[in-house]
């Protein structure tokens, strides 16, 4: 069973920093593109950030030069490096992942169960 677990979300106030991880445990054959996603209650989730098993980036235009996604692949971990936080960044946090495992060996997606990040003064 692949499992995503996700760690460091919590109240920060406008203009402070917070790193979210993600670690993918389970019967793991192989871990592709993975990302970072968010959603407000009542609207649709929407990517913030993805990168590649060699480190391609892609950034939301929204957080382009305040987030930094990285990756850790001997940990099966991604990072998503929050500065300049912002009110309107609050929402809760999603990981995922591309994963091939012993019987989907192309991979298909999971998600952790995502973390709440609240930015307020």
């Known amino acids: 069973q692949v499992q995503l677990v996700e760690s460091g979300g919590g109240l920060v106030q406008p203009g402070g920093s917070l790193r979210l991880s993600c670690a993918a445990s389970?019967?793991?054959?192989?871990?592709?593109?993975m990302g970072w996603y968010r959603q407000v209650l009542g609207k649709q989730r929407e990517l913030v950030a993805t990168?590649?098993?060699?480190?391609?980036?892609n950034y939301a235009e929204s957080v382009k030069g305040r987030f930094t996604i990285s990756r850790d692949n001997a940990k099966n971990t991604v990072y998503l490096q929050m500065g300049s936080l912002k009110p309107e960044d609050t929402a809760v946090y999603y990981c995922?992942?591309?994963?091939?495992?012993?019987?989907?060996?192309?991979?298909?997606?999971?998600w952790g169960q995502g973390t709440q990040v609240t930015v307020s003064s």
């Open positions: 995922n992942a591309n994963i091939g495992t012993a019987t989907i060996l192309f991979g298909r997606d999971y």
């Open positions: 990168i590649t098993t060699n480190g391609g980036t």
């Open positions: 389970g019967s793991i054959f192989s871990i592709n593109a």
